[in-house]
């Protein structure tokens, strides 16, 4: 069956690192790979995209790799600060078409 | 432009009530889907709707249903309520295209007793 896993319920790291959060799949073959922030309470606001063929994608302190013959995408967050405390979450299209999210990574950012 | 907008933001129900929860997409986007999110069980996909039809469907009971009219807004259903039934309810719209973005709304919590 397919499936979507993040490796770490929640990650605490110190402010000013880099957050690296992980994202693996089985069972699918995605023509591309996103990846979302939800802060409690609401829903999830798309941060990148980053197709099949491209093998990594950078907006401001957010880079993302996706490397599909080890079906994984590394989402990392360089300078963390506390604002950066969130849930993140990976999402992928699977064969029936629809959007289907990982339970996500609660990534918390320490002063 | 306006987001997502989804009414009522909180809904308190009795058990084997029912409930409708709107969804009013994106001006534009035709694509509206449902998640359902638990602490438990992350963000499940309900069903999602393209120009008035429903074009994928996640496992869920039958007593979850959903609609969308010529005007891209949806609604969604669930009937005889279950304890287990309490969630957030999230609404999704996306643009035409293949790889394009979701735009979430805030979300309906939902909360039966």
């Known amino acids: 069956s397919q499936k979507i896993e993040q490796n770490s319920e929640a990650l605490n790291i110190q402010e000013g690192k880099t957050a690296t959060l992980t994202c693996n799949y089985t069972n699918y073959s995605p023509a591309y790979l996103q990846w979302y922030r939800q802060d409690p309470g609401r829903g999830p606001v798309f941060l990148l995209l980053i197709r099949e063929n491209e093998k990594e994608k950078r907006k401001e302190r957010l880079k993302v790799t996706f490397d599909t013959t080890l079906k994984q995408s590394l989402f990392h967050i360089t300078a963390s600060q506390p604002a950066d405390s969130a849930t993140y979450l990976c999402a992928l299209r699977g064969s029936a078409r629809q959007l289907t999210f990982g339970s996500g990574t609660q990534l918390t950012v320490l002063p | 432009k306006a987001g997502v907008t989804q009414t009522p933001r909180y809904l308190i129900k009795t058990r084997g009530q029912q409930v409708t929860l709107s969804c009013s997409p994106i001006s534009g986007h035709r694509s509206v889907s449902w998640y359902q999110q638990t602490p438990g069980q992350g963000l499940q996909f309900l069903f999602e709707?393209?120009?008035?039809?429903?074009?994928n469907k996640g496992n869920f009971p039958g007593r979850f249903s959903g609609r969308q009219f010529s005007n891209s807004r949806s609604e969604m259903n669930v009937s005889t309520l279950e304890l287990g039934d309490s969630a957030l309810y999230l609404c999704a719209s996306r643009p035409p295209g293949e790889a394009t973005e979701a735009f979430f709304g805030q979300g309906t919590r939902l909360t039966v007793v």
């Open positions: 709707y393209f120009s008035e039809t429903q074009r």
